[in-house]
T-cell receptor, first 116, second 116 residues
Framework: ETGVTQSPTHLIKTRGQQVTLRCSSQ?????VSWYQQALGQGPQFIFQ???????GRGNFPPRFSGLQFPNYSSELNVNALELDDSALYLC???????????????FGAGTRLSVL | GNSVTQMEGPVTLSEEAFLTINCTYT??????LFWYVQYPGEGLQLLLK?????DKGSNKGFEATYRKETTSFHLEKGSVQVSDSAVYFC???????????????FGKGTHLIIQP
């Protein structure tokens, strides 16, 4: 089975621009979660999509938005980029039948975003 | 809100030494607990998990026991190898509190360095 893949691997943008990051979930998984990992920090939960609908959100402003498609792949969009948005963005997929530990999340390698 | 606190790194050990990485948590509900490992340039990999009090998770020689009375989930390994060098993250999932999202709450990570 194929794992979680993210694109692009690296991206450089300037302040004020918009960016779209992409994630293909692991085969058979219907839930995608997005995380932001600043340098030297643990990942912070942005939001989760289950069967194409947002299923919960962390403490991130509305300029962070997402989509999930019928094939369960997902996009993370960030508008009006700020310098502090520079981070590694991680996507994780899971099979969202049950909550909690049964919903083991499998992570991609991430997209490194630099905002100048 | 939920939070996870890990011991600060880097932790430097010699090969075959005993490893302990401390992790304590704060949660409003009944969380599941995880240890993830991140190798350079890669995404996070699930190392082990525990879903309820007194559960012991184990994998690849690593163990951690869910201690509700001390709100802890310390990671241990009896004899570390150079290949164990990585960043280790303690995390919790508490989907039945707050917004109900199944996002993980991570600690800041502990960088482990094993010297030959």
């Amino acid at each position: 089975e194929t794992g979680v893949t993210q694109s692009p691997t690296h991206l450089i943008k300037t302040r004020g621009q918009q960016v779209t990051l992409r994630c293909s979930s692991q085969s058979g998984h219907n839930t995608v979660s997005w995380y932001q990992q600043a340098l030297g920090q643990g990942p912070q939960f942005i939001f989760q999509y289950y069967r194409e609908e947002e299923n919960g959100r962390g403490n991130f402003p509305p300029r962070f938005s997402g989509l999930q498609f019928p094939n369960y792949s997902s996009e993370l969009n960030v508008n009006a980029l700020e310098l502090d948005d520079s981070a590694l963005y991680l996507c994780a997929s899971s099979l969202g039948v049950d909550r909690g530990a049964k919903n083991i999340q499998y992570f991609g390698a991430g997209t490194r975003l630099s905002v100048l | 809100g939920n939070s996870v606190t890990q011991m600060e790194g880097p932790v430097t050990l010699s090969e075959e030494a005993f490893l302990t990485i401390n992790c304590t948590y704060t949660a409003t509900g009944y969380p599941s607990l995880f240890w993830y490992v991140q190798y350079p340039g890669e995404g996070l990999q699930l190392l082990l998990k525990a879903t309820k009090a007194d559960d012991k998770g184990s994998n690849k020689g690593f163990e951690a026991t869910y201690r509700k009375e001390t709100t802890s989930f310390h990671l241990e390994k009896g004899s570390v190898q150079v290949s164990d060098s990585a960043v280790y993250f303690c995390a919790l999932s508490d989907p039945y509190s707050g917004g109900g999202a199944d996002g993980l709450t991570f600690g800041k990570g502990t960088h482990l360095i094993i010297q030959p």
